[in-house]
């Protein structure tokens, strides 16, 4: 059977719905248009002022809830990758809200033209192991293709870290303190690097990560995350 009568008997037997309200959609990985567009929450987030040494500014498309929730952490603790789908159609459509803000927060509107390379917050190499993959590579990926803008793995995550839900920000600063490091012999110096995370609460680990890639000669680091804890 080819992959496109698998598809055509897959959608039969499971026909696709939207992630957010269940009712039946056209494509699998579609959403309908209502909870599609509910989810989309593009905006800046707050840094404080050790952050903003360090980020020259923060992206969220979505809230973290909800669906988009429910998606990441299917994908993260169950290796549900099929999500993956409706995590790309989210960004696509999220893309345009996006690019206006990088315009006003003062530069291209293109983010393969405003950075020269795109870095995940790695994972340490035994939890990758385990997962699978990178989870917050994988959301990107298809995205960062149609940017025009290559994912490079620049840092290295060097000590296993707890994890940081439900530590104060106190806590979270020692767990992650030299956590990560620039990868063997990383391109990094003089180049403008947008970090990509899946999930942005605190902000502790952009700025660890966006620390080392300052250190090791990054002119300009910026974080853009799927989605945030934040309220704003
Ligand atoms: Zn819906």
Known sequence: MGAGALEAL?????PPRCPACG?????????CHPCL???????RLALTPMQRSVLAAAWTLGSYEGALRDLVRALKYQGRTEHLRAIAVFLRAASPALRRLLQEDGGARLPGAR???????PLHAARER???????ERIFASWLADE????ERLLV???????QYGLSREERARNLMNAFAPAAGAAIRGRRILLLDDIFTTGTTAL???????????????VLTLASGQNS
């Open 115 to 121: 950075f020269d390379a795109a870095v995940a917050v």
């Open 10 to 14: 897959l959608s039969l037997l499971f």
């Open 23 to 31: 009712r039946y959609v056209e494509t699998r990985g579609g959403w």
């Open 157 to 163: 995550r060097v000590k296993e870290t707890r994890p």
């Open 208 to 222: 660890h990560c966006a620390e080392v890639l300052r250190r090791a000669g990054a002119v300009q680091v910026a």
């Open 37 to 43: 567009h509910a989810a989309i929450r593009v905006r």
């Open 148 to 151: 025009g803008l290559a994912m």
């Open 130 to 136: 385990q997962r699978g993959f990178n989870q917050t």
